[in-house]
């Protein structure tokens, strides 16, 4: 069993910014979903074990930035320009194969094993 705990989340202005915390499992491949009542778990970013490699979803890109800092078993997603449709619940997850998945699976929730309970980020306009 994998734990997962995000920290992080707040309400905020549009135009601020918010970093995003994940106490993280290990050299395993991550990513960071978000949720809105009504609506199916969204990809948002994901990063490879070593951290080398980053994804984003196009409604993030240019925005938001993930990152890990695998000695303190953490992965980080930075949030600049925040948009009131940002809103929403954050989570973390973990692949605990050790295969990168494709750029379509990474975006499937059924990709990730183990999921944290998420941290509320609200944009107000």
């Known amino acids: 069993q994998v734990q997962l705990e995000e920290s992080g989340g707040g309400l905020v202005q549009a135009g601020a910014s918010l970093t995003l915390s994940c106490a993280a499992s290990?050299?395993?491949?991550m990513a960071w979903f978000r949720q809105v009542p009504g609506k199916e778990r969204e990809f948002v970013a994901a990063?490879?074990?070593?951290?080398?490699?980053?994804y984003y979803a196009d409604s993030v890109k240019g925005r938001f930035t993930i990152s890990r800092d695998n000695e303190k078993r953490t992965v980080f997603l930075r949030m600049d320009s925040l948009k009131p449709e940002d809103t929403a619940l954050y989570y973390c997850?973990?692949?605990?194969?050790?295969?990168?998945?494709?750029?379509?699976?990474?975006?499937?929730?059924?990709?990730?094993?183990?999921w944290g309970r998420g941290t509320q980020v609200t944009v107000s306009s």
């Open positions: 290990g050299r395993t491949f």
């Open positions: 997850a973990v692949r605990l194969t050790p295969s990168v998945p494709n750029r379509i699976t990474m975006r499937h929730p059924k990709t990730y094993d183990f």
């Open positions: 990063i490879t074990g070593g951290g080398g490699d980053a």
